[in-house]
């Protein structure tokens, strides 16, 4: 008689979803996430191909726990999936983070290694985290920044050192002693003259095509820097003050605000359950993601939306544990 299985013991049930971008990355350690959850519980694989099937596999998990093997992307993917449909607080969610981008992951606490994080799935403990979610209905699941003035002038200042830009190019220019002032010419007008305006017809195309199609870092940041932001209805900043900066992020049941202003040299702080932000056409970065440009937006802090499974010695702030 063969030994009784995972599931015959009454072992965990997990759905186990595998993010496509997991697999092409690197299959060994997704290879190691599924030895060590097979071993512990009764698990069923999904391989799906794309966000379609991914979100079909998640909506026919039944009663087995959504464990999903993959970066940030997929995480928030998921947490995405499960607030539309309102069954966040149905139950918990595990990671085994594999990918190239798995700083959310780490904030949150999961272990990166693949090994570590499928333990984690299968002895851990479920923490209630805090989640912003806006009123486009978007989720973020860790820090949201609104860029203003300050990092427009960083963009625009990157890379303008000795040796760089404009100069820089004339300076090539000239580094083969063909310049504008060698004369050297051939008898049919051509010659080191003629290649020298060629490079500089061709310097002066290939940047106005690269203003086009990519419009220079930060230039979008230039019309975020007169906001209005209010926390709980309450006036922080107004459109006459300009910001370098606002940080939304949730701490212990309430979002903690951040604004740098040009006129203070210490940031404003305040707690709330709901900020709005308006003005001027803005982007803002969520997570992993870029959004916009919107004229306002509201964040509400839901505390406790959703739960994680955490390894049990590890203690994220404003978490708490389910038993």
């Known amino acids: 008689m063969s030994a009784p299985g995972p599931a015959e ?3 965990q049930q997990l759905l186990v979803v595998i993010d496509p971008v997991a697999r092409r990355t690197d299959g060994e ?7 060590v959850l097979s071993a512990g519980a009764a698990v069923k694989i999904c391989l799906p191909d794309g966000p379609e099937e991914f979100a079909r596999a998640l909506a026919r998990r039944g009663g087995r726990r959504p464990v999903v093997i993959g970066d940030d992307r997929a995480l928030l993917r998921t947490v995405a999936l499960l607030h539309r449909e309102r069954e966040l607080s149905s139950g918990a969610l595990s990671l085994v983070p594999v990918g190239a981008s798995v700083e959310l992951a780490r904030a949150l606490g999961v272990p990166t290694g693949a090994v570590a994080a499928a333990r984690a799935v299968l002895d851990g403990v479920v923490r209630r985290l805090d989640l ?13 920044h609104i860029p203003g003035l300050a990092g427009a002038r960083r963009e625009n200042g990157k890379g303008k050192g000795p040796g760089s830009g404009a100069g820089a190019g004339a300076g090539q220019g000239n580094g083969s002693g063909n310049g504008p002032g060698d004369g050297r010419r051939d008898g049919d007008g051509s010659g080191a ?17 690269r203003t086009l199609v990519r419009p220079p870092p930060g ?4 019309h975020t820097y007169r906001l209005r932001v209010e926390a709980d209805g309450v006036l922080l900043s107004d459109l ?3 910001v370098e900066g606002i940080m939304v992020r949730s701490r212990g049941g309430r979002a903690e605000v951040v604004i740098r202003t040009r006129a203070s040299a210490e940031p404003l702080r305040a707690s709330a359950l709901s900020v709005t932000v308006s003005g001027a056409n803005f982007r803002y970065r969520a997570d992993t993601r870029v959004t916009g440009p919107v004229r306002t937006r509201t964040w509400t802090l839901r505390a406790g939306a959703w739960g994680l499974t955490l390894p049990t010695t590890y203690s994220v702030p404003g978490a708490s544990g389910t038993g």
Not at 132 to 144: I, K, N, Q, Y
């Open 193 to 209: 003259g003629g290649a020298h305006g060629a490079a500089s017809m061709w310097h002066t195309c290939r940047s106005l095509v």
């Open 9 to 11: 013991n009454g072992a």
């Open 132 to 144: 912003l979610v806006d009123d486009s209905d978007g989720v973020v699941l860790g820090d949201l």
């Open 240 to 242: 006459d003050e300009p």
């Open 29 to 35: 350690s997704v290879r190691i996430a599924k030895d």
């Open 219 to 222: 230039a979008f940041l230039a």
